[in-house]
């Protein structure tokens, strides 16, 4: 069994990120930068959005960190997403998930120039990966792709199962490993025998939020499991949605909680801020 390690491939990423960050005609085009918009003070999305202004830092990305009250009113929000889209010097601009309740979090995520979505969210974006002709890919799925291709893991062909069908990971997820000539199925609350379906798996890849959800005996010898939960166990600790204490020892290759999924999340969406400014200004 081989343990994934999430840090290592962030960290050399993140290394390739900042070398083609280095190599940005920025004399002609620009800095390139990133306006991340956090509403409230949810302490999670603190501690999510300072890795990101981290990660931005790091490989070179100019970020700006635009902090709004809680009881920000919804035309607040739409004013301050209009602007970034006008604003040449930004090239990507992400709204913290989850925005407070009294604000429509989809009209507020249509807003953003599906140009410079850099989450991948807008429905544009979602089409064109859809259509097979991705351009921004959600950052979770994406990192999941790159852990898979790290390792070498053969995906053509081989019986993939998706378990959470969120717009944010399940779905994309599907699509890309579709895309990659595995036979897809996706699971979800309301499927019948999930133990039945996952058992059959060459991959089965877990995003659904519920602690140590998948068991040792809903997976077969040697499958390839990835884990996309970050939840709490019984002592508050950190863990996934996969039961990893007696899932691993089953399988050929497993992601980690935390160190697996969660550190290429951050990367990606660097990559996809990259991406972006390129498309923005018609590089390769
Ligand atoms: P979400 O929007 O709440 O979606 C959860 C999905 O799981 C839904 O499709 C739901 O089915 C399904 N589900 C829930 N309980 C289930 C069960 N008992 N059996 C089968 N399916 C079940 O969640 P999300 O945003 O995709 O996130 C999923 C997990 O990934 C969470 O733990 C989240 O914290 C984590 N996450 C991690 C990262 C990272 O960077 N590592 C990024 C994003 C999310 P229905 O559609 O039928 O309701």
Redesign the pocket.
């Known amino acids: 069994m081989q343990i994934i390690d999430g840090k290592l491939v962030s960290q050399e990423t993140r290394k390739d990120i900042a070398a083609q960050v280095a190599a940005l005609p920025v004399d002609k085009c620009g800095p390139i930068g990133l306006a991340v918009i956090l509403v409230g003070d949810n302490p999670a999305s603190q501690v999510y959005v300072r890795n990101k202004i981290n990660g931005c830092a790091e490989v070179g990305i100019k970020s700006t960190l635009i902090h709004l009250p809680a009881d920000s009113a919804f035309d607040e929000v739409m004013t301050t997403i209009k602007n970034l889209n006008a604003d040449p010097d930004v090239n990507g601009i992400l709204l913290q998930l989850p925005v407070p309740k009294h604000l429509d979090e989809a009209a507020l995520l249509r807003a953003i120039d599906p140009a410079k979505d850099v989450d991948g969210c807008h429905y544009v974006q979602k089409g064109k990966l859809w259509i097979g002709e991705p351009e921004v890919i959600p ?2 799925p994406y ?1 999941v792709m790159k852990l898979l291709d790290y390792y070498n893991i053969e995906l053509q062909g081989k019986n993939a199962v998706v ?8 779905k994309p997820l599907a699509q890309l490993l579709l895309d990659r000539n595995a036979t897809v199925t996706i ?5 019948r025998d ?1 133990g039945e379906i996952t058992r059959r798996a060459d991959i089965v890849c ?5 602690a140590k ?1 998948l068991k040792a005996d809903m997976v077969k010898d040697g499958a390839v499991v990835i884990d ?4 709490r166990d019984e002592n508050g600790k950190l863990c ?2 996969v039961d990893f204490a007696n899932v691993a020892e089953k399988c050929s290759y497993i992601t980690p ?1 935390p160190g ?3 550190p ?3 990367t990606m969406l660097l990559q996809n801020t990259v991406k972006v400014y390129k498309v923005q200004h018609g590089l390769n």
């Not at 996309?228 to 939840?231: F, L, Q, R």
């Open positions: 950052c979770t990192g378990v959470g069908r969120s717009n944010l990971v399940g699971c979800h609350s309301r499927t999930l877990v995003a659904i939020g519920v959800f996309v939960g970050m939840d996934g949605d909680v697996g999924v969660g290429m999340t951050v």
